[in-house]
């Protein structure tokens, strides 16, 4: 249940036709969902990019370095957007917190939304070359440039901007979804090197998506997790899961189960020890598990948090992130684990999410941590890109957002 002082997140302000913002009333239909003017919209845009408000900090005080940053990237899906700020409400701690705000899409209602936050600081960024203010040219979607699907020969004759670019599976790029890949690596170099209130900060920052949701305690694995994995041994750590629900109880059973079932086969093959812990309950205390194991795009992308010693040895691998044929920000970045990096992402991950879980409030708060290595059964392998990235100019556009 939302405590009903939160409820004002998620009620909608009453809109009418003399207060629409500057891209007009929601609806559902489509991308642009009214007429705007872009030159209003990129003077606004350049404007917050300029001031860099940070909002409730004479309530809250200034940044400290054992604070959390969380970066939260957001597009306009705005009734995501309203359940993660009721969840980070709700968490312990949030008021030391700063939340950074980054936008790709500008809408006066979602400003109003985030502005309304007065649980911690907040400040609003916004990606400067985003779909909605080029739309008709790059990096949005220029009219000479080739269709996705034309062959290659074909677009040599008509001459359209990016023929000699394909991707390696012969495709042309499609800005709606090149965005998503510039945008997160534009926030997190703007986090790191540029904005004040963040560029000398040394702690943890976490990523997250509009449509997270948190668990009360994020704030306190985080820091436990934090304490229990030096830089040396893990350089990320994970609160994500893809897992729909998280059966801590059933879990359990199914521990005790294979510990069983390996018992009985000892004899025959050499069981190696994994680190997948379950919470157990408990009247007085209980640990949470974590695991640590080789970083993997697909599975420890959601909720994750690193600080500027990881942060710095990744930036320096920027050709590798830019030039790399995969449209995803995460696989890029797994290919500059395996291609780059001198120390691979090593992970630590929360075995309970601490994104999507909304009960188990028995198993919050943990007082410490109970970790262990995974079981390596084989080696990752390298693999080529999901491509939408041959676009010379992607590259271009994204190695110039990069600072060292």
Do not use: C, K, N, T
């Given at each position: 249940m939302v405590p009903v002082v939160l409820h004002k997140f998620l009620a909608p302000k009453p809109k009418n036709g003399t207060n629409l913002g500057l891209n007009g009333s929601y609806n559902n239909l489509g991308y642009f969902k009214a007429t705007f003017n872009i030159s209003d919209i990129k003077r606004s845009i350049a404007q917050y990019n300029l001031q860099q408000t940070v909002y409730n900090e004479d309530l809250f005080g200034p940044l400290q370095n054992d604070s959390i940053v969380i970066v939260i990237q957001i597009h306009d899906r705005i009734t995501y957007l309203r359940h993660l700020i009721v969840s980070l409400a709700q968490?312990?701690?949030?008021?030391?917190?700063l939340i950074v705000f980054s936008h790709d899409y500008y809408d006066e209602e979602i400003n109003t939304l985030v502005q309304s936050v007065d649980f911690c600081k907040v400040i609003q960024i916004f990606y400067p070359f985003s779909i909605q203010t080029h739309p008709n040219e790059f990096p949005g979607e220029d009219p000479g440039d080739c269709p996705r699907d034309i062959k290659k020969d074909k677009a040599l004759q008509l001459k359209c901007n990016n023929a000699l670019y394909s991707d390696l599976y012969g495709h042309y790029r499609e800005a709606k979804f090149t965005q998503t890949k510039h945008h997160w690596w534009w926030k997190v170099n703007r986090v790191f090197n540029q904005l004040d209130v963040t560029r000398n900060?040394?702690?943890?920052?976490?990523?997250?998506?509009?449509?997270?949701?948190?668990?009360?305690?994020?704030?306190?694995?985080?820091?436990?997790?934090?304490k229990t994995c030096s830089d040396k041994i893990c350089n990320i750590l994970s609160l994500g899961t893809y897992l729909k629900t998280y059966n801590y109880y059933g879990d359990s059973k199914k521990k005790e189960a294979l510990r069983a079932k390996q018992q009985s086969n000892k004899k025959i093959v050499e069981v190696q020890p994994s680190w997948t812990f379950q919470v157990l309950p408990s009247l007085y205390q209980h640990p949470q598990k974590v695991e640590i194991t080789p970083w993997i795009s697909s599975k420890h992308n959601m909720g994750m948090a690193f600080n500027r010693t990881t942060w710095n040895e990744v930036v320096k691998c920027a050709a590798f992130f830019c030039k790399y044929d995969d449209y995803n920000w995460d696989w890029s970045l797994q290919h500059i684990s395996q291609n780059c990096l001198k120390q691979k992402l090593q992970a630590m991950v929360a075995k309970g999410p601490r994104q999507v879980l909304r009960s188990a409030k028995r198993y919050l708060f943990p007082e410490y941590l109970i970790s262990s290595y995974a079981a390596i059964l084989k080696k990752n392998k390298l693999r080529k890109g999901n491509g939408g990235w041959g676009d010379h100019r992607d590259h271009k556009l994204c190695m110039s957002m990069t600072i060292t």
């Open positions: 968490a312990r701690d949030i008021s030391q917190a900060h040394s702690g943890l920052v976490l990523f997250l998506e509009e449509d997270h949701y948190v668990a009360e305690d994020f704030i306190h694995i985080l820091r436990l997790m934090s």
